[in-house]
C-alpha cells in the first residue's frame, strides 16, 4: 500500500495491496499502522456499500457538524468517476473540486470532514464501499445539487435520484465547515 498526497490538505489517494494468482485476488484497502505512520487518524465507525447502473450519479453527499465525518471509498466491482467538492471556508481550495477514476480495488480516496463526494458510475453493477468515521445521522444529512459546481460529468441523461436532484446549488451553501 502506499499514500499519495493531493493539492487538498487531507484528501489522499491510496494504492491498495492488490495480489493475484491462480485462486483469484486479494486487496487490502485500509492498514491503520500505515495511516498512523503517515499521520492520519482515521477509525470507521460505519461501513456499507451501493450497487449503481451505468450513468447513476450518487451525491453530492456530507453531513454536518458534529456527525461529520471522513470517509475512505473505493470500489469492490466496476468502476467510477469520484468526485469531492472543499467546502471547507478556510480552505485555500473552497469551492475547488477533485476528480480521479477508480477501478475495481486499484486505488482509494481518503476524504477529509469538509467535503461534498459524488460518483458516477461507469458500468453496471458498480459496487462502491464506504467507509465513514461518524454513523448515518438524518438530521445531519446534507448535500449540494450534482450540476452546480462546474463539474462536467460528460453524461447527458444521468439517472439521479429524486434526493439528489433536489439539493441548494453550491452558490446557495452557507458552508458548516
Known sequence: MKILSTDFEGLFIIENFFAEDNRGSFTK???NDLFVKEGINFTPKEIYYSIS???????????TPPMDHAKLVYVSTGS????VLD??????????????KLNANQKSVLIPSGFAHGFRSLEDNTIVVYNQTSCYSKEHDSGILWNS???DWQLENPIISSRDK??????KLISPF
Open 29 to 31: 484497502v485500509f492498514n
Open 53 to 63: 447502473h451505468k450513468d447513476v450519479i450518487r451525491g453530492m453527499h456530507f453531513q
Open 80 to 83: 467510477i468517476i469520484d468526485v
Open 87 to 100: 467546502i471547507r471556508k478556510e480552505s485555500k481550495n473552497y469551492g475547488k473540486y477533485f476528480s480521479i
Open 149 to 151: 459546481f462546474n463539474f
Open 166 to 171: 433536489s439539493f441548494k446549488k453550491f452558490l
